[in-house]
């Protein structure tokens, strides 16, 4: 899969993950379009790379037909899907006072994360079914998702947020045997602990940031998002990658708190 002429749709690209994916596919040749709810960072990035911004909730089917179709105007074939808009949550199940989780917040995270994730996939790999093969296998594109090592290894309070991105986990197979016929390839990222602006830039957080290394295993640091985005990457471009989730972890496994 060649990203050189291609169009690529990223949701979250304005930061963190996102955008280092935008950068890399960008300087690889492809036409990105940053889907995202930050206007004003999205457009600049956008703006930067020479590629498209359109304001994007995931959880909307209309905002992300839009994006969709964004790509598709771009005139370049689109190629390659990624999903990496996501929010986080921490709630027990039930908390110390004894009050149970909220479902609002519940259902918030699984319509971002995985309802979010889920909608760019349909309609993003709809839109890639109606370009013409670009090899003798009959191959047309690649979904990228991004769980979590949290979907495999949730700690307290990550109940929400693991279900959310266990439920991408789950989707990668199916998906993966649906799209065959296609011609389109998924597959999913869990990504550990990478240093992301989320986790800022206050003189306590490289304190907190020593803190949430200590169980890698090696190298001993967080991930950097130009890592994430060198494997969105490698996964686009070889042929055979399909099916599959990768941990990107440093090895780490999660402990409960």
């Known amino acids: 899969m060649d990203l050189n002429g291609a169009a690529a749709i990223i949701s979250g690209g304005a930061s963190g993950l996102g955008e280092a994916t935008a950068r890399d596919l960008a300087a690889h040749g492809a036409t990105v379009v940053i889907a995202d709810l930050n206007e004003e960072r999205g457009k600049a990035l956008a703006d930067e790379l020479g ?8 959880s909307d089917e209309e905002q992300v037909q839009a994006a969709v179709d964004a790509a598709v105007a771009t005139g370049k074939p689109l190629r390659v899907v990624v999903n990496s808009a996501g929010i986080g949550w921490a709630t027990r199940t039930v908390n110390r006072d004894g009050s149970p989780h909220d479902l609002a917040s519940y259902r918030k995270v699984i319509d971002v994360n995985l309802i979010g994730t889920f909608n760019l996939m349909r309609i993003g790999a709809a839109a ?4 013409e093969p670009v090899d003798e296998d009959g191959q ?3 979904v990228i998702n991004t769980a979590s090592v949290a979907a495999l290894e949730g700690q307290t309070g990550q109940v929400a947020y693991s279900a959310s991105k266990g439920g991408i986990v789950g989707m990668t197979v199916p998906a993966a045997r649906d799209l065959a016929a296609v011609g389109v390839r998924v597959n999913t990222i869990c990504p550990g602990i990478i240093d992301t602006p989320i986790y800022g830039f206050s003189p306590n957080s490289d304190e907190f940031k020593a803190k949430l290394v200590a169980p890698v295993v090696f190298p001993k640091r967080m991930g950097r998002a130009s890592e994430f985005a060198h494997l969105v990457r490698a996964l686009i471009e070889n042929d055979y990658m399909n099916a599959e989730t990768i941990r990107f972890d440093g090895g780490i496994r999660f402990q409960p708190k």
């Open 51 to 58: 590629g498209v911004f359109i304001k994007t909730d995931v």
């Open 140 to 142: 047309r594109g690649v």
């Open 128 to 131: 890639i079914a109606k370009t």
